[in-house]
């Protein structure tokens, strides 16, 4: 193993993506082995945070498809990431992530700054696996085009990533509990829907 590649692994999230944000064309694949083995939590990361922003129409489905078929990936205890050929030969500008990056990344570093590797026994197989298949789900529901409903699991899995990629438990333990949140709010917003096509039936019935 170089030195170099190393050092490549110590690198901050935030300086990784300035620098990303400073290329031109890259491909999807490229962006991947940039992260190497922090691959996974980087991505949910860096796929779900820009959620947050204002984004146009279907945005949030772009992001998430990628997000839908990495998050199984590591609930099932897959080592590196795995992306088709035609997604990893999608090409990505440089200036489209400083776009959707240049307001986030002064708040990714301030977040850096008071994180650190610790409570590492929320990791391993099975801490990462649980965060695998809660990012699973919540990459489904963000695809949805459900209006503002894309903001909490977005949130989520960005936290998640972030605790995966720095080994932080206590990252990890906020975003269990916005994954009890999200599934609360989806499970009332269900609720919702069932209770309001039950009305309109009856209402059609007895018209």
């Not at 949910?44 to 984004?55: D, E, S």
């Not at 990505?92 to 986030?104: D, P, T």
């Not at 990459?139 to 989520?156: D, Q, R, Y």
């Not at 499970?187 to 059609?204: E, H, S």
Request: aromatic content about 8%.
């Amino acid at each position: 193993m170089s030195d170099s590649w190393a050092e490549e692994q110590q690198k901050p999230i935030s300086v990784v993506l300035r620098e990303l944000c400073a290329e031109d064309d890259m491909r999807l694949g490229d962006i991947v082995d940039r992260f190497g083995r922090r691959a996974f939590g980087s991505l949910l990361f860096v796929l779900a945070i820009p959620n947050l922003l204002p984004l146009p129409p279907g945005s949030s489905t772009v992001l998430g498809a990628p997000l839908l078929l990495l998050s199984p990936q590591l609930a099932l205890g897959v080592h590196a990431p795995w992306l088709p050929k035609w997604l990893e030969d999608r090409t990505i500008s440089g200036a489209g992530l400083s776009r959707a990056f240049h307001r986030l990344l002064p708040w990714v570093e301030r977040i850096e700054k008071i994180s650190s590797p610790r409570m590492g026994f929320m990791f391993g197989t099975i801490g990462d696996r649980a965060i695998g298949m809660i990012c699973s789900v919540l990459s489904f529901v963000l695809i949805l085009p459900i209006p503002l409903g894309n903001l909490l699991p977005a949130l989520t899995i960005g936290v998640l990533g972030f605790a995966l990629l720095q080994r932080d438990g206590l990252f990890a333990t906020a975003g269990y509990i916005l994954a009890a949140f999200s599934g609360m709010l989806l499970y009332l917003a269900a609720d919702a829907v069932i209770a309001g096509v039950r009305l309109l039936v009856n209402w059609l019935g007895g018209a």
